[in-house]
Protein backbone atom coordinates (compact mmCIF):
# COMPACT_ATOMS: atom_id res chain seq x y z
CA UNK A 1 0.00 0.00 0.00
CA UNK A 2 1.28 3.57 -0.83
CA UNK A 3 -0.21 6.49 1.38
CA UNK A 4 0.90 9.81 0.55
CA UNK A 5 1.64 12.65 3.20
CA UNK A 6 -0.80 15.66 3.54
CA UNK A 7 2.10 17.77 2.68
CA UNK A 8 1.99 16.21 -0.78
CA UNK A 9 5.64 16.44 -0.69
CA UNK A 10 6.08 12.22 0.54
CA UNK A 11 5.01 8.93 -0.45
CA UNK A 12 6.03 6.08 1.59
CA UNK A 13 5.23 2.13 0.52
CA UNK A 14 3.55 0.26 3.60
CA UNK A 15 2.76 -3.55 3.85
CA UNK A 16 -0.88 -4.12 3.28
CA UNK A 17 -1.83 -5.39 6.47
CA UNK A 18 0.23 -2.61 8.81
CA UNK A 19 -2.87 -0.46 8.80
CA UNK A 20 -6.35 -2.02 10.77
CA UNK A 21 -9.44 -0.95 9.33
CA UNK A 22 -10.33 1.23 12.28
CA UNK A 23 -7.03 3.32 10.99
CA UNK A 24 -3.98 4.43 13.11
CA UNK A 25 -1.53 7.48 13.80
CA UNK A 26 1.43 7.69 11.23
CA UNK A 27 3.93 10.47 10.63
CA UNK A 28 5.59 12.13 7.47
CA UNK A 29 9.82 11.47 8.03
CA UNK A 30 10.44 14.72 6.06
CA UNK A 31 8.27 17.21 7.49
CA UNK A 32 7.04 15.38 10.62
CA UNK A 33 2.94 16.04 10.46
CA UNK A 34 1.20 13.79 12.38
CA UNK A 35 -2.57 12.33 11.11
CA UNK A 36 -4.43 9.49 11.28
CA UNK A 37 -4.34 7.04 8.36
CA UNK A 38 -7.22 4.32 7.21
CA UNK A 39 -6.68 1.35 4.45
CA UNK A 40 -6.51 2.45 1.62
CA UNK A 41 -8.75 0.76 -0.98
CA UNK A 42 -8.18 -0.38 -4.49
CA UNK A 43 -11.46 0.71 -6.65
CA UNK A 44 -12.10 -1.93 -9.03
CA UNK A 45 -13.13 -0.01 -12.03
CA UNK A 46 -14.67 -3.70 -13.27
CA UNK A 47 -18.75 -3.17 -13.29
CA UNK A 48 -21.44 -4.99 -14.71
CA UNK A 49 -22.27 -4.08 -18.33
CA UNK A 50 -26.43 -3.52 -17.06
CA UNK A 51 -25.10 -0.82 -14.21
CA UNK A 52 -23.50 0.91 -17.39
CA UNK A 53 -26.74 0.87 -19.00
CA UNK A 54 -28.61 2.37 -15.94
CA UNK A 55 -26.07 4.95 -15.50
CA UNK A 56 -25.83 5.78 -18.94
CA UNK A 57 -29.88 6.61 -18.97
CA UNK A 58 -29.79 8.72 -16.09
CA UNK A 59 -28.49 12.34 -16.70
CA UNK A 60 -26.94 13.39 -13.97
CA UNK A 61 -25.86 16.86 -13.08
CA UNK A 62 -21.80 17.94 -13.46
CA UNK A 63 -20.47 19.59 -10.83
CA UNK A 64 -17.57 21.91 -11.13
CA UNK A 65 -14.25 21.30 -9.57
CA UNK A 66 -13.47 22.46 -6.40
CA UNK A 67 -9.66 23.31 -6.57
CA UNK A 68 -7.95 21.41 -3.42
CA UNK A 69 -6.70 24.15 -0.63
CA UNK A 70 -3.08 23.13 0.22
CA UNK A 71 -2.35 22.53 3.76
CA UNK A 72 0.44 24.87 5.13
CA UNK A 73 3.30 22.80 6.25
CA UNK A 74 3.48 22.77 9.97
CA UNK A 75 6.93 23.13 11.05
CA UNK A 76 7.31 21.77 14.70
CA UNK A 77 9.02 24.01 17.00
CA UNK A 78 10.75 22.60 19.53
CA UNK A 79 10.00 24.07 23.16
CA UNK A 80 13.48 25.00 24.61
CA UNK A 81 14.43 23.92 28.06
CA UNK A 82 14.14 26.80 30.76
CA UNK A 83 17.15 26.18 32.49
CA UNK A 84 20.29 24.93 30.43
CA UNK A 85 22.05 21.99 30.71
CA UNK A 86 25.18 23.02 31.83
CA UNK A 87 24.24 26.05 34.00
CA UNK A 88 25.17 26.52 37.67
CA UNK A 89 21.77 26.17 38.70
CA UNK A 90 20.83 22.67 37.47
CA UNK A 91 24.59 21.59 38.22
CA UNK A 92 24.04 22.63 41.90
CA UNK A 93 20.20 21.44 41.35
CA UNK A 94 20.64 18.21 39.66
CA UNK A 95 23.90 16.53 40.69
CA UNK A 96 24.92 18.86 43.70
CA UNK A 97 27.93 20.29 42.19
CA UNK A 98 28.75 23.84 43.01
CA UNK A 99 30.48 26.25 40.74
CA UNK A 100 31.43 29.85 41.28
CA UNK A 101 33.29 31.60 43.23
CA UNK A 102 33.76 29.53 46.00
CA UNK A 103 36.79 29.03 47.78
CA UNK A 104 39.53 25.30 47.02
CA UNK A 105 39.63 23.75 49.84
CA UNK A 106 42.93 22.33 50.83
CA UNK A 107 43.46 18.68 51.84
CA UNK A 108 44.62 18.33 54.89
CA UNK A 109 46.49 15.64 56.15
CA UNK A 110 43.41 13.86 58.42
CA UNK A 111 41.48 13.29 54.50
CA UNK A 112 42.64 10.27 52.66
CA UNK A 113 44.12 10.82 49.34
CA UNK A 114 42.79 7.20 47.29
CA UNK A 115 44.88 6.45 44.29
CA UNK A 116 41.62 5.02 42.33
CA UNK A 117 41.64 1.20 41.24
CA UNK A 118 43.61 1.46 37.81
CA UNK A 119 46.45 3.32 39.77
CA UNK A 120 46.42 0.96 42.49
CA UNK A 121 46.37 -1.44 39.98
CA UNK A 122 49.73 -0.52 37.50
CA UNK A 123 51.07 -0.20 41.06
CA UNK A 124 51.09 -3.45 41.78
CA UNK A 125 51.75 -4.58 38.12
CA UNK A 126 55.44 -2.41 38.75
CA UNK A 127 55.91 -3.81 42.00
CA UNK A 128 55.76 -7.27 41.37
CA UNK A 129 57.69 -6.34 38.16
CA UNK A 130 60.62 -4.87 40.45
CA UNK A 131 60.49 -7.68 42.75
CA UNK A 132 60.78 -10.69 40.84
CA UNK A 133 63.55 -8.57 38.64
CA UNK A 134 65.25 -8.30 42.18
CA UNK A 135 64.93 -11.65 42.61
CA UNK A 136 66.47 -12.51 39.72
CA UNK A 137 69.47 -10.16 39.90
CA UNK A 138 70.26 -11.92 43.72
CA UNK A 139 69.45 -15.55 42.88
CA UNK A 140 72.97 -17.01 43.31
CA UNK A 141 73.05 -15.18 46.51
CA UNK A 142 69.53 -16.32 48.28
CA UNK A 143 70.42 -19.91 46.92
CA UNK A 144 73.74 -19.82 48.43
CA UNK A 145 72.43 -18.44 51.98
CA UNK A 146 69.24 -20.36 51.99
CA UNK A 147 69.59 -23.33 49.50
CA UNK A 148 66.17 -25.14 49.95
CA UNK A 149 64.59 -21.86 48.41
CA UNK A 150 66.38 -22.96 45.19
CA UNK A 151 63.70 -25.25 44.48
CA UNK A 152 60.97 -22.50 45.24
CA UNK A 153 62.40 -19.63 42.43
CA UNK A 154 62.87 -21.94 39.78
CA UNK A 155 59.90 -22.92 39.99
CA UNK A 156 58.39 -19.39 40.22
CA UNK A 157 60.37 -18.14 37.04
CA UNK A 158 59.14 -21.32 35.40
CA UNK A 159 55.79 -20.05 36.01
CA UNK A 160 56.70 -16.30 34.79
CA UNK A 161 57.98 -18.14 31.65
CA UNK A 162 54.60 -20.25 31.09
CA UNK A 163 52.32 -17.19 31.70
CA UNK A 164 54.63 -14.93 29.02
CA UNK A 165 54.42 -17.80 26.96
CA UNK A 166 50.45 -17.74 27.35
CA UNK A 167 50.19 -14.07 26.49
CA UNK A 168 52.64 -14.69 23.44
CA UNK A 169 50.39 -17.51 22.09
CA UNK A 170 47.51 -15.25 22.87
CA UNK A 171 48.49 -11.93 21.26
CA UNK A 172 49.93 -13.99 18.11
CA UNK A 173 46.38 -16.17 17.84
CA UNK A 174 44.70 -12.38 17.39
Not at 134 to 153: A, R, S, W
Request: net charge positive.
Amino acid sequence: MIITCNCGLKKFSLPDNSIPAAGRMVQCGSCGLKWKQFPVNEINNTEPISNIKNIASEPKQVQPKRQKVKKVKKTSVRKRREIDLYSPEYLAKKHGIKLGNEEIKKTSSNEKVSLGFYSSLLLLVVLIIVLSRGLYFFQDFVVQKLPFTEFYINYFFESIRNIFEIWKNLISSY
